[in-house]
């Protein structure tokens, strides 16, 4: 179990397409520095660094730059991951201890064909995770002329869990990319 973690974090810290694209969260341990010195075979820049976090066997990116939803999604696909799939509420606790809390974060949920039709990004059955949607979301609201069909976790004004929100597409948000470690 122990050498299984250590591999994730090996892999989490020293990823230099996603650590360069990094939000820097934390610091990286003395320990985990020391595995990504050794692993390069040189001294890496410690911002290079900065910026991952592991969880159940899944590295995420939290972005600091905004995009719209598609072009997000693409900028995870081109790392190597998707947009985030919270396949269980442990992982959702887990995000919503790690994201800046006045910001909403788009994740990998989307209404494909038509209103009502959710779908995870990944092709995790949307009917097998459980939903987060926050109080009177989603409203597909019709201010918007292109509707809402896009899914992400909700600014909020304390540290609790994120709730959901379907917003729309074509607005720039910041967004949150998964891989696996
Ligand atoms: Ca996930
Ligand atoms: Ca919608
Ligand atoms: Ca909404």
């Known amino acids: 179990m122990a050498g299984i973690l250590f591999l994730q974090l090996k892999t989490c810290w020293c990823n230099p397409v996603w650590a360069h694209a990094g939000n820097f969260l934390k610091k990286p341990t003395q320990s985990n520095m020391k595995i990504c010195q050794n692993l390069k075979k040189k001294k890496k820049k410690k911002k290079h660094l900065y910026g991952w976090a592991s ?45 800046d809390i006045k910001y909403s974060y788009w994740i990998g ?58 917003a729309d597409c074509s607005l720039g948000y910041r967004y949150i990319c998964e891989a696996k470690a």
């Not at 995420?60 to 269980?88: F, I, K, M, P």
Request: hydrophobic share 30%; with cysteine; charged share 20%.
């Open 55 to 99: 969880f159940q066997g899944s590295c995420y990116l939290l972005s600091t730059t905004t995009n719209v939803w598609q072009r997000a999604e693409d900028q995870c696909r081109s790392s190597g991951g998707h947009l985030l799939v919270l396949n269980n509420v442990e992982e959702l606790d887990y995000i919503s201890g790690i994201v």
């Open 109 to 166: 949920l989307v209404e494909r064909q038509h209103e009502g039709h959710w779908s995870w990004v990944d092709g995790t059955d949307f009917g097998s995770t459980p939903t987060f949607w926050d109080q009177g979301q989603p409203d597909n609201w019709d201010f918007r002329v292109n509707g809402e069909d896009c899914g992400q976790l909700h600014a909020s004004g304390n540290r609790k869990r994120k709730l959901w929100n379907d």
